[in-house]
């Protein structure tokens, strides 16, 4: 009689299975392979909802995100949750040897805890928001960055960018109506919030005035402005102020202001994304503190 063997087959099956899903894994966490559309890509249920998170805490991802918050001493980590493809190119080493909880996962249990949208890169980093930062600290800063509602995180972690890349001392922003320190902030500045103070004011205008004080020039972009943003320098002191897309800065900021200015475009096109104008404000506010 011969023996059946239908159940190793499909033990065998599975089993391979398994290999070939962790090898493509570990080919798109090296980005060797593309992420599928979100149309394509594994459906979570229908009631997935964030993790709710305490008032202290911060979930993290991202390789380069996650790295400089690693690097960062500032930082308090809770845990880590890693893929250990991930943990290699971050070259974590030890795991058992890190000075905090670490949790080998994969990536479909980082896809369950934060959702869908999510490019995490098989790496999740819980944490504790950084530490809150004074104005008086930016008394030495020669350029320092204000946003008067900008609500995008995309956007807001992109401007964290540009103001590192430009040696900014600060990005501040008002609490309402501007993101808080997330994942999707941290992930879309790359590392950048790490590096520069993240400051949450309650009221623009009475910071805008404070500066005064510490010796700033506040220079308002707006559309409108009388002249040119480059011709509007003055002092050894820049604090440049933006508005949101399509509202632009409110009335109140627009009257408190030192000075407005605009950035002429010869182009067919007069307007930017806002991450592009405090991008290109920053250079020209460079130029000038080095003349």
Known sequence: MSKDKSGDKSAKDSHYATLRRAHRDARRERGEIPTPRPDKRRKLPADWKPPALAADEVLLYGLHTVRAALDNPDRTIIRLSVTQNAAVRLELGDLSALPFPVETVMPQDLDRALGPDAIHQGVMLETRPLPHRKLEALSDCPLILLLDQVTDPHNVGAIMRSAVAFEAGALITTMRHSPTESGVLAKSAS???????????????????????????TIGLDSEG????????????????????????????????????????????????????????????????KA
Do not use: W
Not at 191 to 196: H, P
Not at 200 to 208: K, P, Y
């Open 191 to 217: 590392g950048a919030l790490e590096l520069i103070p993240y400051i949450q004011i309650t009221n623009l205008a009475d910071t805008i005035e404070e500066l005064h004080g510490l010796g700033f020039q």
């Open 226 to 289: 009388p002249q040119p943003l480059e011709d509007t320098f003055s002092g050894a002191k820049i604090a440049l102020v933006l508005g949101s897309e399509g509202k632009g800065l409110r009335q109140k900021t627009r009257q408190t202001v030192t000075s407005l200015a605009r950035l002429d475009m010869p182009g067919a096109i007069k307007s930017l994304n806002v991450s592009n104008a405090a991008a290109i404000a920053m250079y020209a506010a460079r130029q000038h503190l």
